[in-house]
């Protein structure tokens, strides 16, 4: 039988918990291995009523504990013996000559802070639940894990209990790295009950009113920070959040499309861009740019006035006058905009009580942020890099009709459109005379591609449109399936298609493209969202 890689015997144990469950069972198995016990407070007096050998901690450090327990295993010595590298004779040799003994394991769980938080403690007994001991010895062993093993979960304890009995009182290197990021767990979910407990806003209520909810603000480089602006009555709800995420990421991606001097900059013939998304249920349904922010504005509302009611807006430029006065007969939730001029305020104040205005302090720090989104889910969090590469987007015609260059600008912000509607995505975008651009339909949230398109995305082009679609580029997130939908597109007056391509059907497709006479080009990127 090959030897396990890594064996390194537990001489001495550190034990320090909250969550007493199978301490004792745990504690014989490693004295039976030969382990010498070092335990704290509660668990020594556990210990102790058991008649299990031990020593106190406080013997071990040469430190009383003090400050009614805030003190018992701060100290040079102790994190030392837990931290130093076995692996380096320099740190051996400093060990020796600090007369530090080496601990092999801590065992240790913290001051039940989440049970104080269920129970509605006061803020001080909050406060004395702020575990700063336990969280210092398990980084540090969970940091040595080539050395020492770091145990914060009972359910764990049979499986070191089992590999001191198969390998004489030794943990495997194997167990060491798995205990390890368990730890680093425990400690990342402790730290973040603590500081959301003391950092929230509560919220009226979470999606619906049933449900209670805050907001936890963050002040990591990259984060959305944004000064709500002469409060209103109102403050802002948890559906508002979401739809203002929604938005920011919207205008961000067109941003960073147009005005970061890349060789696709300036929409329209101007050069000057504004850029305007207004969304509901967390669906862009107004989406455009214009030579200004009044004219973005306008033409967003113009794409989806039925749904925009309602919505929350977010511009890329300062809110102006002259934009404030178009909020004359509607309703919106929230305005966010990088500025306002004053005058602006005044006329928002004086005809809309309830609106709330965010100025966006950080517009520019959006397409820096974080390079991966997280997602919680049942068991877990779901990691993946962010969408994006829009300026990247290589359209290549694969119909007898070429897709023109001329339209690759307006594809690309049709794109970034689909990539923000529930999948599956299909949106319907059309550029004005002064080159400005303007989302006309969505079909989002559908099980299956082809009703969103002759359902959802072509009745809505042909109501804000007309009944003439040629000059419209249709956009889908992902692959057609099948033939029907470039038939649908083209039974309804569309000419130009852009999708991913990728389907087992694509030859089937791109057939039915040139039957038709439709021009499409593949760009070999999907962009679901679901």
């Known amino acids: 039988m090959t030897k396990p890689q890594g064996l390194q015997s537990i001489r001495r144990a550190l034990l320090s918990v909250s969550d007493k469950s199978l301490i004792e069972e745990l504690a014989r198995a490693l004295v039976s291995a030969g382990a010498e016990l070092l335990a704290t407070g509660g668990t020594a007096e556990r210990l102790h009523r058991a008649n299990i050998p031990f020593r106190k901690v406080e013997d071990f450090t040469g430190n009383p504990e003090a400050f009614d327990g805030r003190m018992k295993t701060l100290s040079f010595k102790l994190e030392s013996a837990i931290l130093f590298d076995r692996a380096k004779s320099s740190h051996l040799e400093q060990a020796k000559q600090h007369d530090i003994e080496p601990i092999d394991l801590v065992v240790c769980n913290f001051y039940p802070f989440e049970n104080a938080v269920q129970r509605e403690a006061t803020e ?142 300036a929409p329209n013939s101007s050069g000057a861009v504004g850029v305007c998304a207004i969304v509901k249920h967390n669906n862009p349904c107004g989406f455009a740019t214009g030579s200004t922010t009044q004219e973005a504005f306008e033409r967003a509302w113009a794409g989806d006035p039925v749904s925009s009611f309602g919505g929350v807006v977010v511009l890329s430029s300062q809110f102006t006058l002259e934009c404030a006065r178009l909020f004359d007969q509607k ?109 006309v339909a969505t079909g989002g949230g559908q099980p299956n591609r082809i009703d969103a398109i002759t359902s959802l995305a072509i009745p809505r082009a042909k109501a804000i449109v007309g009944r003439d679609l040629s000059s419209c580029v249709l956009v889908s997130d992902a692959f057609f399936p099948f033939a029907d939908s470039v038939l649908a597109a083209a039974d309804a007056g569309l000419r130009w298609v852009i999708q991913p391509g990728g389907s087992v059907k694509d030859s089937e497709v791109i057939a039915a493209a040139d039957e038709r006479g439709l021009g499409m080009a593949f760009t070999g990127r999907r962009h679901f969202r679901h």
Request: net charge neutral; hydrophobic share 40%.
């Open 124 to 265: 001080e007994e909050l406060v004395s639940e702020i575990d700063v001991g336990g969280p210092t010895m398990i980084r540090a062993a969970a940091k040595n894990f080539k050395s020492v093993a770091a145990l914060v979960d009972p359910e764990d304890y049979g499986l070191l209990m089992a590999e001191l009995r198969q390998y004489s009182g030794s943990t495997t290197l194997e167990l060491r790295k798995q205990l390890m990021v368990r730890a680093f767990e425990y400690t990342a979910r402790y730290d973040q009950i603590v500081y959301e407990q003391f950092a929230q806003k509560k919220l009226r209520y979470g999606e619906n009113p049933h449900q209670a909810a805050y907001f936890v603000p963050s002040r990591i480089k990259g984060a959305i920070d944004w000064e709500l602006l002469d409060r209103s009555e109102t403050e802002l709800s948890y559906n508002n959040y979401l739809d203002l995420q929604a938005a920011f990421s919207v205008v961000r991606d067109a941003r960073k499309l147009w005005t970061h001097g890349n060789v696709h900059s």
């Open 331 to 439: 309703f919106v939730e929230v305005i966010a905009a990088p500025d306002f001029e004053e005058k602006a305020i005044e006329e928002l104040r004086r005809k809309k009580k309830k609106l709330r205005l965010l100025k966006i302090r950080t517009f520019d720090a959006l397409a820096t942020s974080d390079r991966f989104q997280r997602i919680a889910v049942e068991g877990g969090t779901l990691v993946q890099e962010r969408d994006g590469g829009y300026e990247r987007e290589e359209f290549r015609s694969v119909t007898q009709k070429t897709f023109p260059r001329e339209l690759e600008q307006l594809a690309r912000f049709g794109i970034i459109a689909s990539t923000h509607v529930k999948s599956n995505a299909v949106v319907i975008v059309r550029q004005t005379e002064d080159g400005g651009m303007q989302l």
